[in-house]
């Protein structure tokens, strides 16, 4: 075998992942939410290449390989937990239900004929809590995968800086920690390997002497190499080495940069960053290079020397990068690069868009919105719900009883504010131009007149962005819940567990319970619709649009809104949904016994009294 390259990584019932495989390119960035399996993919990665090392025997004569079908846990010298059974997605792996890791390799043979094929294992549950392994595929690749001296893959975590001082390690400990993910911890370590690899006593001492530089180094040696590319993303920048292993016990390493002479440790986190992904990459050379938010703790500048570095490194050797990112900045460098890719993962899942969709993905992450996924992306979903609530769930049965079209419930709570919302609104407009959008906002204890006025602001927006196919709905009640709290809809929904009678009771007791939280919740969204309506200069300014909506230069007192004294029970009009659907769950629950889930999972349904015409306007195509 003259080489291997990596084409695809295979992943069933991994973690986060039910079934995903990845094409990869010479770089290929994973970008999601939290909680989108991104990570999920690198350690997979980075778990194949450990168990192939540990399972791989050797080639016999005849030319088989031979393998370990069983394991310990132990065996693994990469574990992203500490049991790998635990690993399987949503239980653990047992005796009849595995999960499978794999890659699709090309082989480039002596005569340089290529040959691609596919090699997994399946890993369940062997004997005394042992790991089974069913290996499937061409064998042929396992060598190259499994070999333990050059690791197949490496795992590299985000740099936020060094310790101060580094003790020497050996090759051995280094290898491990390359395996581990650990790689961060030994960068000195590193460079001084890499700088003896393939240097003689008399180069090693002419280059730290100054007396030769890049071009009298020795043309096939690995630190002229890392050297080269580091001198391409910092022009000038040298990193000198002494450290005798005999004598010294901690490495000594300067850097030189910008006229300029300064310990490793005080290098910036850019430098650092850059500087251990070359260095892994022209030590071990693998085909595979993961690197787990590299842009971490980066400014936009070194985010632009890391994809410098990063191309360099793809362009100069047969490393293949897959790389986890939050930074949008780095991903439209990607997106121009033909010789990258961007897999968008929402829940274990790649979102599939087109290549005129892809240039919306890092506006996306600059709003925090990436978690929206795939629903947004289907053709069928005529109209795109943007809710405020974080859970989805009542506002798609809210919207159900006022439409019959299908929805994408999609939350803009991580956009931070409205303005966010409405930007993307604006991008989805574009991406799925045959779709209505319809951004939900609670009324949140606002007047009728308050009401108008945030309607016709909304319209001026839209006059000004030019648009008329993005529509802002309001709810009936101060929230979606209250709409599920409504006397009418909880008869009908709970005309088989509770009457009439044991409703109002409760409903009763679940404010009076409640009623300090509501009276809190009551201040809170008056003081907030106070300064943003009544204390703006911007807002005073819109004077027109005031005198449209007939709403005052003072708002209302908080009297207007809260019971008029401490005696008077709360109504139901005057409460915050949230605040009072738990409470009045479980008091329903302390009425008519049985099965809580029940009761709210009746609650939880389509009625009559669910249905708005304002909603039901808002969501007609």
Request: charged share 25%; with cysteine; hydrophobic share 35%.
């Amino acid at each position: 075998m003259k080489g291997i390259r990596l084409e695809k990584i295979i992943i069933e019932n991994f973690k986060k992942i039910e079934r995903q495989t990845i094409s990869v390119k010479p770089i290929t960035a994973i970008v999601g939410g939290n909680a989108s399996g991104k990570s999920s993919i690198l350690q997979a990665a980075q778990l194949y290449t450990a168990i192939c090392q540990a399972s791989f025997k050797s080639v016999k004569r005849t030319g088989t390989v031979d393998v370990f079908k069983t394991l310990a846990n132990e065996d693994i010298i990469y574990r992203p937990t500490a049991t790998i059974l635990d690993l399987r997605y949503k239980e653990p792996a047992s005796q009849t239900k595995s999960f499978k890791l794999g890659f699709e390799c090309t082989i480039t043979t002596e005569d340089e004929k290529e040959k691609t094929s596919q090699l997994s294992v399946h890993i369940s549950r062997g004997k005394n809590a042992n790991l089974a392994l069913d290996h499937e595929g061409d064998l042929s690749l396992m060598p190259g995968i499994g070999n333990q001296k050059k690791p197949f893959s490496i795992l590299t975590p985000g740099l936020s800086g060094i310790p101060i001082k580094e003790e020497w390690r050996t090759k051995g400990a280094l290898d491990a920690a390359a395996m581990h993910g650990d790689a961060n911890l030994y960068l000195r370590t590193l460079l001084d390997h890499l700088f003896t690899q393939d240097l003689d006593e008399n180069n090693i001492e002419k280059w730290n002497n100054e007396s030769i530089d890049l071009d009298g180094l020795p043309e096939k040696s690995s630190w002229k190499l890392f050297s080269k590319l580091l001198d391409e993303c910092y022009s000038g920048a040298r990193l000198y080495i002494t450290h005798n292993k005999n004598r010294d016990r901690y490495i000594n390493i300067n850097v030189y940069y910008l006229d300029s002479y300064f310990t490793l440790d005080m290098a910036s986190t850019g430098m650092l960053q850059v500087i251990q992904i070359l260095a892994y990459a022209c030590f071990y050379n693998p085909p595979l290079l993961l690197l787990d938010e590299p842009d971490a703790h980066l400014h936009a500048d070194s985010q632009t020397r890391l994809h410098s570095a990063l191309k360099a490194l793809t362009d100069n050797t047969n490393t293949r990068i897959l790389l986890a990112t939050h930074s949008p900045q780095l991903i439209q460098l990607l997106q121009h690069d033909e010789n990258a890719s961007v897999v968008w993962l929402s829940e274990g899942k790649e979102v599939k868009v087109n290549p005129g969709q892809q240039p919306a993905i890092p506006i996306l992450m600059e709003l925090g919105a990436l978690n929206l996924g795939a629903e947004a992306f289907y053709p069928r979903n005529k109209i795109i719900l943007l809710t405020e609530d974080k859970d989805t769930r009542l506002v798609k049965l809210l919207a159900a009883a006022n439409t019959k079209e299908n929805i994408a419930a999609i939350s803009y709570n991580g956009c931070n504010n409205l303005q966010g919302a409405r930007q993307l609104a604006l991008i989805l407009r574009t991406l799925r131009p045959d779709a209505k959008i319809v951004i939900h906002r609670d009324r949140d204890f606002r007047t009728d007149s308050e009401i108008k006025f945030e309607k016709l602001i909304f319209d001026a927006w839209l006059k000004s962005e030019e648009t008329d196919s993005i529509h802002e709905i309001f709810t009936h009640g101060n929230d979606i819940e209250h709409s599920f709290i409504d006397p009418r809809h909880l008869e009908t929904a709970l005309k088989k567990i509770a009457n009439p009678e044991i409703i109002e009771k409760a409903t009763t007791e679940a404010l009076a319970l409640s009623r300090d939280d509501i009276i809190g919740k009551i201040r809170s969204a008056r003081a907030v619709i106070k300064e943003r309506l009544y204390d703006s200069d911007r807002m005073k300014n819109k004077k027109s649009l005031r005198k449209g909506a007939g709403i005052p230069d003072i708002p209302p007192s908080d009297k207007h809104f809260l019971p008029k004294d401490g005696r008077t029970p709360l109504s139901i009009q005057q409460c915050h949904g949230k605040s009072a659907f738990r409470s009045l769950m479980s008091e329903i629950h302390k009425l008519v016994k049985g099965d809580s889930k029940a009761i709210e999972k009746a609650v939880t349904c389509n009625s009559p009294h669910l249905q708005n015409k304002d909603w039901t306007d808002a969501l007609r195509l």
